[in-house]
């Protein structure tokens, strides 16, 4: 079993920046793809960022340019750097570990920008 704990969350104004993290403990080694989503109020979760077993990284649309994905060597710490953070960024961003036994969670962390 693998677990996810983000942290990271703030408050911050339109513009500015955030670096969120996710600790990974456990099965880690059974870790393959590990992505970031989030889910703003009465929306339905979305991806946002993908990171792969080769390094390579995936940007939904909506915040390429903007958000860079990362990990460390260990492949047990993850993270979402945020740039340019925009009002419409505000939602919960969860980190999720795509494993040979399935997917695992982590319980979240609140993002707010300000206008």
């Known amino acids: 079993q693998v677990q996810m704990v983000e942290s990271g969350g703030d408050l911050v104004q339109a513009g500015g920046s955030l670096r969120l993290s996710c600790a990974a403990s456990?099965?880690?080694?059974?870790?393959?793809?590990v992505a970031w989503y989030r889910q703003a109020p009465d929306k339905q979760r979305e991806f946002v960022a993908g990171?792969?077993?080769?390094?390579?990284?995936k940007y939904d649309d909506s915040v390429a340019g903007r958000f860079r994905i990362s990990r460390n060597k260990a492949y047990n710490m993850f993270y979402l750097q945020m740039n340019n953070l925009k009002p419409e960024d505000t939602a919960v961003y969860y980190c999720?570990?795509?494993?040979?036994?399935?997917?695992?969670w982590g319980q979240g962390t609140q993002v707010t920008v300000s206008s």
């Open positions: 999720k570990a795509a494993t040979n036994r399935g997917d695992y």
């Open positions: 456990g099965s880690i080694v059974g870790i393959s793809a």
């Open positions: 990171i792969y077993p080769s390094g390579s990284a």
